[in-house]
């Protein structure tokens, strides 16, 4: 069953390294129905900045609508749920965050802020197949 934004004005649940691709999104993904929902979410984020979100490492509310979901788990390559895994704790260590914490939008952009700097991206990000289209490294 989808979800609707209605759904999300509780709480978010978004894997570590999506709370990038959140601020890089250029409106190019997956399919036209995981853009849709993309779309969505960063809009939703934007004038919402206190909505809570879950941070976590597994497939999320962004996942959700990607083709290459497969039964909760990223199966875009043979290796990519570990990878986006390795992605997601990296991510967690910049920004000095534990799995399953709870806070608002509003402090995680704060978190990217002070917290991450161009080669923490370049490490987090490096395999990334949509780095040449996203906004953070431009
Ligand atoms: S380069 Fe890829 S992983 Fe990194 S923020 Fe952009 S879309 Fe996300
Ligand atoms: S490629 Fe994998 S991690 Fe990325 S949105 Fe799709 S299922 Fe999630």
Redesign the pocket.
């Known amino acids: 069953m989808k979800k609707d934004l209605e759904e999300f004005s509780d709480i978010l649940n978004i ?1 570590a390294h ?1 709370l990038l691709c959140i601020q890089g999104f250029q409106g190019r993904g ?1 399919s036209q129905g ?1 853009v849709k929902n993309m779309d969505k979410i960063v809009n939703f984020l934007k004038n919402n900045p206190q909505t809570l979100l879950k941070v976590i490492s597994s ?2 509310d ?2 959700y609508c ?4 497969i039964e909760n788990t ?3 390559s043979p290796s ?2 570990d990878n ?1 895994k390795k992605m997601d704790l990296k991510t967690l260590n910049c920004l000095g965050l534990e799995k399953h914490d709870i806070t608002t939008y509003e402090h995680i952009i704060e978190l990217l802020s002070n917290r991450l700097d161009s080669s923490d991206l370049k490490e987090i990000c490096g395999f990334c197949l949509w780095i040449e289209c996203c906004n953070l490294h431009k």
Do not use: G, L, M, S
Not at 66 to 69: A, R, S, T, V
């Open positions: 894997r999506h997956y995981f497939t999320d962004i996942c990607c083709p290459h979901n990223c199966k875009q990519a749920e986006v």
